[in-house]
């Protein structure tokens, strides 16, 4: 499995995992008040809150390059997803007159959908970084195909140590090839 198969799995175990944790919150507070109330429901779901946002920066860290824009993005997406949480919460309550305890259990799911989708957007690389790692990555790993010589700066497609002459595209896609298999994901 390599890393980025591993971290979509986790990815995608962040929604089972947040509703556990919600369920059991909910059931202690149905089990301390004897009925949902809300101060429970509330707590509940900033823990639950919390995981998300902990969970889901633990599995993109190393991939993220944190610039300080990213990171005040980041918190802002923290407060977006609370805000968008609050305005939820409050149009069911108000413009479709659902009590506080169920408005607050369905309101606040827009906090990880808006937390997450917003993530997308902010720690998605740039053209320019791409550009970058790219060049970064490409200096010191255009290697001979057949004796892994390193052809980095040469003029000409051809080994200086086995003599093998290539086409630019055998070169590029052993070049590529090894890439997917030795270079880490971040
Ligand atoms: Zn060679």
């Not at 305890?101 to 309101?107: C, K, L, R």
């Not at 690389?125 to 255009?142: I, K, N, P």
């Not at 051809?158 to 630019?168: A, H, K, M, N, S």
């Given at each position: 499995m390599t890393q980025i198969i591993a971290r979509l799995v986790l990815a995608m175990l962040i929604l089972p995992f947040a509703m556990i944790i919600m369920a059991t919150a909910f059931?202690?507070?149905v089990a301390i008040a004897g009925r949902p109330e809300f101060e429970g429901i509330l707590v509940g779901w900033i823990i639950t809150d919390?995981?998300?946002?902990?969970?889901?920066?633990?599995?993109?860290r190393s991939s993220i390059r944190w610039t300080q824009r990213r990171v005040a993005s980041t918190l802002g997406a923290v407060g977006g997803g609370a805000f968008a949480a609050?305005?939820?919460i409050g149009a069911l309550r108000h413009?479709?007159?659902?009590?506080?305890?169920?408005?607050?259990?369905?309101?606040?799911?827009?906090?990880?959908?808006?937390?997450?989708?917003?993530?997308?957007?902010?720690?998605?690389?740039?053209?320019?970084?791409?550009?970058?790692?790219?060049?970064?990555?490409?200096?010191?790993?255009?290697?001979c195909p057949i004796c892994g010589y390193n052809m980095t700066g040469l003029r000409e497609a051809?080994?200086?140590?086995?003599?093998?002459?290539?086409?630019?595209d055998e070169l590029l896609s052993a070049q590529s090839q090894e890439q997917r298999d030795d270079v880490p994901d971040h």
């Open positions: 059931a202690v507070d919390l995981f998300v946002v902990v969970y889901w920066i633990a599995i993109w609050m305005l939820g413009l479709i007159g659902i009590p506080i305890e169920p408005a607050t259990m369905f309101g606040n799911s827009l906090f990880p959908l808006v937390f997450v989708l917003a993530s997308v957007f902010i720690w998605r690389e740039t053209a320019a970084e791409r550009f970058e790692r790219m060049r970064g990555r490409g200096v010191d790993t255009v290697a051809r080994c200086p140590e086995c003599g093998v002459v290539f086409t630019l």
